[in-house]
């Protein structure tokens, strides 16, 4: 029981097969009160039932400041407390560099970097107040490796511009014992991934991996959850691998 008492917010957490409703799920299982935040209220109140009892859904554009803000007054109003916030929503678009327009570009850079920048300005007040809370931010190997056959080269600026935006949090947030952290997951098999590619192009981006197997879901949540837990009480400002050694 790593949260036991802790009330965590995942944003993305409503997709069936995603990182966030796994993470949202473990979190739950160590005791966590989880608010899944979504585009879809439905959807996402449906998630929160199936982790059991005392976990709530929420409709929030993270691309909205002022949903962002209304969502964790919400959370704060029904648990009291906001020990743990993951920012993991995100879209890709599988373009190249010239195929980009302006719309693409805000389209993708809005969600996951103004996302993580709104998010996290909505909890971060409350997490210095209680002088203690753990951010989880989702980047990924792109940032890395300069895109990668899903997202494009403007979801690789995105997820790099989360690992500054994330050393930054941890630099301005550690005097009041807030930490921030990033993880890089590979390639994961979830609704983004899933169908997309021919068998060769998956053998392809296997063949990239040393560990030879496409991350799971679960592999991702287990990271967030140590990121989110007193495990890694001393750990802030880094970026986390789980890539099955794509980057050996
Ligand atoms: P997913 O598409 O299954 O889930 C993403 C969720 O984000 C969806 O539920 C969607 O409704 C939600 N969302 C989209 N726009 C939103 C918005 N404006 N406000 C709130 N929610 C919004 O994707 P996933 O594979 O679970 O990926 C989760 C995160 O992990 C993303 O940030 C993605 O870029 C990142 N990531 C995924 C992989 C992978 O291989 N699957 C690899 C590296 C990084």
Redesign the pocket.
């Known amino acids: 029981m790593l949260l036991k008492n802790k009330t965590a917010i995942v944003?993305?957490?409503?997709?069936a097969?995603?990182?966030?409703k796994a993470t949202a799920k473990l979190f739950a299982e160590h005791g966590a009160r989880v608010a899944i935040?979504?585009?879809?209220q439905a959807a996402s109140e449906t998630v929160a039932a199936e982790l059991g009892k005392g976990h709530i859904g929420l409709a929030?554009?993270?691309?909205d400041p002022a949903a962002c803000k209304a969502a964790a007054e919400q959370v704060l109003k029904v648990f009291g407390q906001i020990d743990v916030l993951v920012n993991?929503?995100?879209?890709?678009q599988p373009l190249k560099l010239m195929e980009i327009s302006q719309e693409n570009y805000d389209a993708v850079l809005d969600?996951?970097l103004r996302?993580t920048l709104n998010m996290t300005q909505a909890v971060l007040p409350q997490m210095r107040a209680q002088r203690s809370g753990s951010i989880v931010n989702?980047?990924?190997?792109?940032a890395q490796r300069g895109g990668g056959i899903?997202?494009g080269p403007h979801?690789a600026a995105a997820?790099a511009g989360i690992l500054g935006l994330t050393k930054a949090t941890a630099r301005e947030a550690a005097p009041d014992n807030v930490r921030a952290n990033a993880l890089?997951?590979?390639?994961?098999d979830?609704?983004?991934?899933a169908g997309k590619l021919t068998p060769e192009q998956r053998e392809m981006v296997l063949d990239g991996i040393p560990m030879g197997r496409a991350?799971r879901?679960e592999d991702v949540a287990g990271c967030c959850l140590f990121l989110a837990s007193d495990l890694s009480a001393y750990v802030t400002g880094s970026e986390v691998d789980v890539n099955g050694g794509s980057l050996i």
């Open positions: 944003t993305g957490a409503a997709s097969r995603g990182l966030g935040l979504d585009l879809d929030c554009n993270v691309v993991n929503a995100g879209i890709t969600v996951s996302g989702m980047s990924s190997v792109s899903f997202g979801y997820k890089c997951p590979g390639f994961i979830t609704d983004i991934t991350g879901a």
